[in-house]
């Protein structure tokens, strides 16, 4: 049990949140949302004592542990297996099949788990962390999105773990469908306040709604009942025979707490800039593609497909099998092996790739590396995408390179919507965005007009969005002509 008692805690000299007062009970899993720069990563680093607030304290019961989702990578052993088993103490040394089992169940083979971890991609590090960290078994696992990176058969290996999980958890991810289904309790970071209630996001996002209908209708209430008071006692208080009364008004005005009118939350909200394609042909197809990364093991293998105006094409399937190098390979950044691909004259694609943010210009500032896709652009303009993600007036000065993974994120779909386009190559979006952005997220890309080829592990927007699928299954790439509900009700998956 971990208790919280009038936590305060600035930066400076800004006030992030203050009194902060709550519970961490015996079982619980716990849901904490907010939006970025509420202080959710900020509560992280204070139970695990990384920083210390200002003022309040944080009381743990005897032997309590707490263990976190590292997102900085460093390992020290020459096997998966041996970095993964390397959190195991003398008394828990025999507990190597437990690795051994973690790590098979977020989809590392045997093979694998021989192999030296600092081979393996960013996605894959990651997952080695996680697994190092539920290895560990502490009383309260922090985690801080543990579904970035991990396919769709890792998320829900993960969910099963977790479920099954008995003692406490904290998480944090964009993944509402994923949060609701584990948490029992949510806690929410609201207007530097915090407020916990058993049930799922939907329940307590409802509730605060709902108050806050409520406060505004109260307050504007008041305000003309102040008014009218006011009034009265500008034109009674010089008459003698009213004077006592006016003062006694007067006094039950000063007496009386003022509401204020609650500050507007900013919400990411943008369209893409959709340029008309007024084509009957395919804005791209290929033909009989064929690709790897060694001639021994093919990614893919006379692979053909054809976009056209309005499809909404997910690609989808284990990490590791190629589907961030087919946008690659159909945005013609690495050459096929084999094969070729046509792409209309007419299309013109938007492209946010998984590792994007890693080529902003960490020396420019936000409008600097906005403005980069067309010096030409208006200043006004540049400002409004600016203000659109988020970053308005000021802080759309910020350097790059203080950021954090969400900013930049934010930044690379503020440098697509600038430009004008018929189809977009997403590769996992909602990496690095918060809940509410992810939504916005969404919906655009549900009300873009073009054509979207996307990565996505996100069932939620699979199901929202899909309305055809590239699969990688079973050893084989194939097409879908149908919405991710039927694939898994008409098919289903053969890999597990």
């Known amino acids: 049990m971990i208790r919280i008692i009038d936590l305060s805690i600035s930066f400076s000299g800004n006030e992030l949140f203050s009194d902060v ?3 961490i009970n015996p079982k619980e899993k716990i849901g904490l949302i907010g939006r970025n720069g509420t202080g959710k990563s900020t509560l992280f680093k204070l139970l695990i004592n990384q920083i210390s607030p200002d003022i309040g304290i944080i009381e743990y019961s005897k032997n309590y542990t707490v263990g976190i989702l590292e997102q900085h990578i460093k390992f020290t052993k020459n096997t998966i297996i041996d970095e993964v088993c390397s959190v195991l103490n003398s008394e828990r040394q025999y507990e190597v099949w437990k690795g051994e089992k973690i790590l098979s169940g977020l989809g590392f083979t045997d093979e ?9 991609s960013g996605g894959f590090q990651v997952k080695i962390n996680l697994a190092k960290l539920l290895l560990l078994e502490p009383n309260l696992l922090l985690l ?3 579904t970035n990176y991990l396919d769709i058969h890792s998320i ?13 958890i904290i998480l944090i991810t964009h993944d509402r469908a994923f949060m609701d289904s584990i948490i029992t309790h949510t806690l929410n ?6 407020r916990k209630l058993p049930g799922n996001t939907r329940k307590i996002k409802e509730q605060i709604q709902q108050e806050e209908i409520i406060h505004e209708k109260t307050r504007i209430n008041q305000e003309k009942n102040r008014k009218k008071t006011q009034e009265w006692i500008d034109r009674f208080k010089s008459k003698a025979t009213l004077a006592s009364r006016a003062q006694s008004r007067i006094k039950m005005l000063e007496k009386q ?9 900013e919400n990411l909200d943008f369209k893409f800039n959709y340029l008309n394609y007024n084509s009957k042909e395919s804005l791209l197809e290929t033909n009989n593609l064929s690709f790897g990364y ?23 399937g284990k990490n590791g099998k190629g589907k961030s190098t087919l946008l690659k390979l159909l945005h013609k950044e690495i050459n096929p092996c084999s094969g070729n691909i046509k792409i209309h004259t007419k299309t013109q694609i938007g492209y946010l790739g998984q590792m994007n943010i890693d080529r902003l210009s960490m020396g420019n500032t936000i409008y ?8 030409r652009i208006l200043e006004t303009n540049i400002r409004r995408t600016c203000a659109h993600m988020m970053f308005p007036g000021d802080l759309a000065d910020k350097k790059i390179s203080i950021l954090s993974g969400g900013e930049k994120s934010r930044v690379m779909l503020g440098k697509i919507l600038l430009k004008p386009v018929n189809m977009l190559f997403l590769d996992e979006p909602t990496n690095h965005l918060d809940m509410e952005s992810t939504e916005s997220l969404m919906n655009a890309v549900n009300n873009f007009s073009g054509s979207v080829l996307m990565v996505t592990h996100d069932e939620y927007f699979l199901k929202k969005i899909a309305n055809k699928l590239i699969v990688y299954d079973n050893g084989k790439v194939f097409n879908y002509n149908g919405n991710y509900k039927e694939f898994c009700k008409n098919i289903g998956w053969k890999d597990l």
């Open 189 to 194: 970071i609201h207007r530097r306040s915090f």
């Open 294 to 316: 060694n001639n021994n093991k093919l990614l893919l293998n006379n692979f053909n497909i054809k976009v056209n105006k309005g499809d909404k094409i997910c690609i989808i």
């Open 368 to 375: 600097e590396e906005i403005q980069s896709v067309d010096d």
């Open 144 to 146: 801080d999105e543990p």
């Open 21 to 23: 007062n709550f519970n």
């Open 112 to 120: 694998e788990m021989l192999q030296d971890p600092k081979l393996f």
């Open 156 to 168: 829900k290996w993960l969910k099963k773990f977790l479920l099954s999980w008995e003692s406490e």
């Open 257 to 265: 707490d003022v509401l204020d009118k609650l500050n507007e939350i």
